[in-house]
Nanobody, 128 residues
């Protein structure tokens, strides 16, 4: 059974940083061939596409709310995708999910409907 596992969430003060990781477990599931997206959902709000990275040229997308603060990257050797989050704000508080899109070959999408594998989520809380 294929699973995506997020880690790295926690409690951080405003202005702080966290790095989230998304790793694949189960049988061979090479994340290099999948578009990977990071999403978040705060209480009472809809799930929001935060960032994604394409499987081909590594092109990226960032929501306006995180642009310049968050960076998505791949470590092919570790079969892991990261989301580096800097200058965190209280409004970044949410459960963060990573997801894999098995059909997109050249780009990535911010719409969660494009993704068919999901992790269980990791809580990020930004508070003083």
């Amino acid at each position: 059974q294929v699973q995506l596992v997020e880690s790295g969430g926690g409690l951080v003060q405003p202005g702080g940083s966290l790095r989230l990781s998304c790793a694949a477990s189960g049988f061979t599931f090479d994340l290099d061939y999948y578009a990977i997206g990071w999403f978040r959902q705060a209480p009472g709000k809809e799930r929001e596409g935060v960032s994604c990275i394409s499987p081909s040229d590594g092109s990226t997308y960032y929501a306006d709310s995180v642009k310049g603060r968050f960076t998505i990257s791949r470590d092919n050797a570790r079969n892991t995708v990261y989301l580096q989050m800097n200058s965190l704000k209280p409004e970044d508080t949410a459960v963060y999910y990573c997801a894999a899109d098995s059909l997109s070959e050249k780009t990535c999408y911010s719409d969660s409907l494009n993704y068919d594998y999901w992790g269980q989520g990791t809580q990020v809380t930004v508070s003083s």
